[in-house]
T-cell receptor
Framework: RKEVEQDPGPFNVPEGATVAFNCTYS??????FFWYRQDCRKEPKLLMS???SGNEDGRFTAQLNRASQYISLLIRDSKLSDSATYLCVVIGFPPNQAGTALIFGKGTTLSVSS | DTEVTQTPKHLVMGMTNKKSLKCEQHMGHRAMYWYKQKAKKPPELMFV???????INESVPSRFSPECPNSSLLNLHLHALQPEDSALYLCASSHPAGAGPDTEAFFGQGTRLTVV
């Protein structure tokens, strides 16, 4: 089983739509959770951290369910500029390693059209 | 300053060349990472340094050799690479896990490497 699994996508939505991405992680000892955004040929950039209490930043809402080992990202009122790949990232323990690292899901591609 | 600076931005090298990728941050982060990313794939972990010591090596071939000379710098030495090593190499830094609540990582713009 992969450490971090995401919806495969791609998601193609019209402007103004609400879209939700889901992610699950396999290691219950994972410590911190994030959504990153990556534009084509650019580096990943932090979109938001994810907390157990849920957190919101404008049109973006992130949720964490530790019991289910599940993370979500909701984007409301999609804009053309939201088109990107969204990466679910967990700080966890790579197999057979003593240290921790950012472990990435495969990413979900979002395309917002007018 | 939340910047991670990587040099060079682009690199073309032959299979017999030796080159180095450099990464620098001044955020006081004591965890630094190298990732490799191929097109349409997520970043793939290569190495992690924590407090200037190598804490993770994800079975990376020895033609890639990391170095962390101090808490602000991270290098990746390249030697005898293969064409399939062509990729975007990303450096990132963060506070080490467990060192506090703010453990998000910041990425450099990457070095786009082509091996010919």
């Amino acid at each position: 089983r992969k450490e971090v699994e995401q919806d495969p996508g791609p998601f193609n939505v019209p402007e103004g739509a609400t879209v939700a991405f889901n992610c699950t992680y396999s290691n219950s000892a994972s410590q911190s959770f994030f959504w990153y955004r990556q534009d084509c040929r650019k580096e990943p950039k932090l979109l938001m951290s994810v907390y157990s209490s849920g957190n919101e930043d404008g049109r973006f809402t992130a949720q964490l369910n530790r019991a289910s080992q599940y993370i979500s990202l909701l984007i409301r009122d999609s804009k053309l500029s939201d088109s990107a790949t969204y990466l679910c990232v967990v700080i966890g323990f790579p197999p057979n390693q003593a240290g921790t690292a950012l472990i990435f899901g495969k990413g979900t591609t979002l395309s917002v059209s007018s | 300053d939340t910047e991670v600076t990587q040099t060079p931005k682009h690199l073309v090298m032959g299979m017999t060349n030796k080159k180095s990728l450099k990464c620098e941050q001044h955020m006081g982060h004591r965890a630094m990472y190298w990732y490799k990313q191929k097109a349409k794939k997520p970043p793939e972990l290569m190495f992690v340094y924590s407090y200037e010591k190598l804490s993770i090596n994800e079975s990376v071939p020895s033609r890639f050799s990391p170095e962390c000379p101090n808490s602000s710098l991270l290098n990746l030495h390249l030697h005898a690479l293969q064409p399939e090593d062509s990729a975007l190499y990303l450096c990132a830094s963060s506070h080490p896990a467990g060192a506090g609540p703010d453990t998000e990582a910041f990425f450099g713009q990457g070095t786009r490497l082509t091996v010919v």
